[in-house]
């Protein structure tokens, strides 16, 4: 099992930056495809971004392509979601995810395990 922490959401003006974090516990961080997915209010849940278990591949949703980028440190046990060119449809709780049986999920349905979430609001 892992658990996943999220952190480094907030307020940012449009054509800002943030990068969001999130932890995993456990010693096999690195067993783990890891995913970002989004939900704005009264939306569904969206892919955003995922990476492999060795951060050799990523994928991105064409409406963050270029804009976006996923990494991961097995060092730290950290995956990260840089956001650059931020607009303000944007807003919404980011969750990070984790699949242990698929390369590089970006689906829902692909990971077995998620955080509880950090927002990220992005004003006009």
């Known amino acids: 099992q892992v658990q996943l922490v999220e952190s480094g959401g907030g307020l940012v003006q449009a054509g800002g930056s943030l990068r969001l974090s999130c932890a995993a516990s456990?010693?096999?961080?690195?067993?783990?495809?890891m995913g970002w997915f989004r939900q704005a209010p009264g939306k569904e849940r969206e892919f955003v971004a995922a990476?492999?278990?060795?951060?050799?591949?990523?994928a991105y949703a064409d409406s963050v392509k270029g804009r976006f980028t996923v990494s991961r440190d097995s060092a730290k046990n950290t995956v990260y979601l840089q956001m650059n060119s931020l607009k303000p449809e944007d807003t919404a709780v980011y969750y990070c995810?984790?699949?242990?049986?698929?390369?590089?999920?970006?689906?829902?349905?692909?990971?077995?395990?998620w955080g509880r979430g950090t927002q990220v609001t992005v004003s006009s």
């Open positions: 995810a984790g699949s242990s049986v698929y390369y590089r999920p970006t689906s829902l349905p692909g990971y077995d395990y």
């Open positions: 456990g010693r096999t961080f690195s067993s783990y495809a």
């Open positions: 990476i492999s278990r060795t951060g050799d591949s990523t």
